[in-house]
């Protein structure tokens, strides 16, 4: 399987902050990586797929970038609904697998 | 709009057979490229997926999992059934049931929540 290692664990920001998380595919994926944010008690929501691809609905200051085996979800202005955890999961082959998820906290 | 609902036991037994139910609305299962993955998440930890079954009835497993899981779907009823074997305390967990579209999971329900316990 796929291991896929994200970066930091989790992170204390501010409203404004530019935020940036990591992820690290234990084998070349292409840019087969998609993004979630998983508030507490809800289901993930896809955020970014195929790397760089902005799901239908997410505000523009999420982004994201890489292709191979290292990948980047960037928030370009941390607003006060962005407080969640972050997943990376590897779509290039079955079974999927996730990161561990990047906890985004308020400093 | 896509749907999806789960629905189960949210206690079972040590030992004990799992079954699952994701309903859904909003897409069919026949049409090519569509998918229904189950991933779960025990309280406090990351999202595990588990299986896949696709609108050719392909099905993809977890490699860990793979000897306790059965996915199966009715597409008629526009449904999903996992079912999980031997369940241990270890299995307790919010199940979720996804449309993977290409094989990306784009819409989630809202999760179940199962105990295993004696």
């Known amino acids: 399987d796929i291991q896929m290692t994200q970066s930091p664990p989790s992170l204390s920001a501010s409203v404004g902050d530019r935020v940036t998380i990591t992820c690290r595919a234990s084998q070349r994926i292409r840019g087969y990586l998609n993004w979630y944010q998983q508030k507490p008690g809800k289901a993930p929501k896809l955020l970014i797929y195929?790397?760089?691809s902005l799901q239908s609905g997410v505000p523009s200051r999420f982004s994201g970038s890489g292709s191979g085996t290292d990948f980047t979800l960037t928030i370009s202005s941390l607003q006060p609904e962005d407080f969640a955890t972050y997943y990376c999961?590897?779509?290039?082959?079955?079974?999927?697998?996730f990161g561990q998820g990047t906890k985004v906290e308020i400093k | 709009q896509v749907t999806l609902r789960e629905s189960g036991p949210a206690l079972v037994k040590p030992t004990q057979t799992l079954t699952l139910t994701c309903t859904f609305s909003g897409f069919s299962l026949s049409t090519s490229g569509m998918g229904v993955s189950w991933i779960r998440q025990p309280p406090g930890k990351a999202l595990e997926w588990l299986a896949r079954i696709d609108w050719d009835d392909d099905k993809y497993y977890s490699t860990s999992l793979k000897t306790r899981l059965t996915i199966s779907k009715d597409t008629s009823k526009n449904q999903v059934v996992l079912t999980m074997t031997n369940m241990d305390p270890v299995d307790t967990a919010t199940y979720y049931c996804?449309?993977?579209?290409?094989?990306?999971?784009?819409?989630w329900g809202q999760g179940t929540q199962v105990t295993v316990s004696s």
């Open positions: 996804a449309l993977a579209v290409s094989g990306t999971e784009g819409y």
């Open positions: 999961q590897q779509s290039y082959t079955t079974p999927r697998t």
């Open positions: 195929a790397a760089s």
